[in-house]
């Protein structure tokens, strides 16, 4: 009986440590998805709190299906995804091929090359406002100093030149992310392989496209899947540069969701919104998912 009692306590010991870290995510994670799920089957309003107990099953996520806005946005939304990713993408190789051919001061250049990750998107989005701001904007000023234009750009107004700064300030804070995966990736390659490429007479080309590249691409894919779920969640550059205009055309789901939620106060309609959009998240990470096993099998790393 006492090597039963000793067994038994041995055995929760576990679960004991484990407790806080459970508690924490039941109440920080848990119940909140469960109180919002609940919501985005009611008609909950922010200015009726009794309309929390109007319970009207999947009329939120039916109207959604039948919104054509919301349809718009979640397009942007993938296309603001797919060219973010890949632009960041080929830069932070870029910088990652550049910076593993550098003999002297290399350890410099990846603490700098870090900076951009330590800013917060709101202090980056003020920083990128101002930059591209039409009037006061560095920018324009310098555009219009060299000459190379006799007019204020509308960067921030013009529907189309304001996506486009949205993108370069999401780019300019996250290509890092790409840079030192790829980095690390370049690093830890085995050297034997390209000196065999090399000896077999292969140029430069046929080295980086056939071992190189292959090597390195399980790096990527776990970055793509990083940055995926952040720039599915891109709220704080958007809200600050430009707060979703001119006109919504720089809307993304989540300040549509942030606007549907607080402005409009239809809390209901938002999170389930939220969870159409989640989503997205889902299949992004799940189709990075699939490619890093598929690279990882090219490469002989998964049977």
Request: aromatic share 14%.
């Amino acid at each position: 009986m006492i090597a039963f009692l000793r067994t038994r306590r041995t055995a929760l010991i576990p679960l004991l440590l484990l407790s806080p870290a459970l508690l924490t995510m039941l109440f920080v994670v848990a119940l909140p998805l469960g109180f919002s799920f609940y919501t985005s089957l009611t008609a909950y309003r922010l200015v009726r709190p009794e309309t929390i107990e109007i319970f009207v099953g999947l009329r939120n996520y039916i109207r959604l299906l039948e919104d054509w806005e919301f349809w718009r946005v979640f397009g942007r939304t993938i296309l603001f995804l797919a060219i973010a990713l890949n632009v960041e993408f080929l830069l932070g190789l870029g910088i990652a091929l550049l910076i593993a051919k550098i003999t002297w001061g290399q350890r410099t250049l990846r603490t700098i090359m870090m900076f951009p990750m330590m800013f917060s998107p709101i202090l980056v989005g003020f920083q990128f406002k101002f930059i591209f701001n039409d009037n006061i904007g560095i920018l324009n000023n310098a555009l219009q100093s060299l000459g190379l234009t006799d007019r204020a750009i509308p960067w921030l107004v013009d529907g189309r030149l304001a996506m486009f700064s949205i993108i370069f300030a999401e780019v300019w804070m996250s290509t890092s992310v790409f840079a030192i995966l790829l980095l690390a990736g370049l690093f830890a390659m085995p050297r034997d392989p390209l000196e065999a490429a090399k000896v077999d007479g292969c140029n430069s080309w046929q080295v980086f496209r056939h071992i190189t590249l292959p090597f390195i691409m399980p790096f990527a894919f776990i970055a793509m899947t990083i940055r995926s779920l952040d720039v599915a969640r891109a709220y704080d550059i958007v809200h600050v540069m430009t707060g979703g205009g001119p006109a919504g055309r720089t809307e993304l789901l989540w300040t549509l969701i942030a606007r549907t939620g607080y402005m409009d106060a239809r809390m209901g309609q938002a999170n389930a919104m939220a969870y159409l959009s989640t989503l997205l998240s889902i299949a992004f990470t799940w189709y990075f998912y699939t490619k890093l096993m598929q690279a990882r099998r090219y490469m002989g790393g998964v049977q």
